[in-house]
Nanobody, 115 residues
């Protein structure tokens, strides 16, 4: 059974940093890309960042490039999203996801950036 458990959200002032963590189980990083999405009430869920362990390729939404960094610890089956220079518009519920033969979602973690 695929499970994704996100944590690390919270309340931070603009310009601050947070690191989101996602504990993954039930699948291999060799077979799935892993990533982070976010959603604001009333809006569609959007992709923030994604990484493929097979080739190391990463994707970042334009608005987070240079501020966010995605990484994995394959030995621990963990996915991280380091978020620096946070802005109020980064406020959302953040979800981790595994994308491959199937698509799986973890529960969200709330990130709130105050101005």
């Amino acid at each position: 059974e695929v499970q994704l458990q996100a944590s690390g959200g919270g309340l931070v002032q603009a310009g601050g940093s947070l690191r989101l963590s996602c504990a993954a189980s039930g699948f291999s990083f060799d077979d799935y890309a892993v990533g982070w999405f976010r959603q604001v009430p009333g809006k569609k869920r959007e992709g923030v960042s994604c990484i493929s362990s097979n080739n190391g390729r990463t994707y970042y939404k334009d608005s987070v490039k240079g501020r966010f960094t995605i990484s994995t610890d394959n030995a621990k089956n963990m996915v991280y999203l380091q978020m620096n220079s946070l802005k109020p518009e980064d406020t959302a519920v953040y979800f981790c996801s595994a994308i491959g033969p199937g698509v799986y979602w973890g529960q969200g973690t709330q990130v709130t950036v105050s101005s």
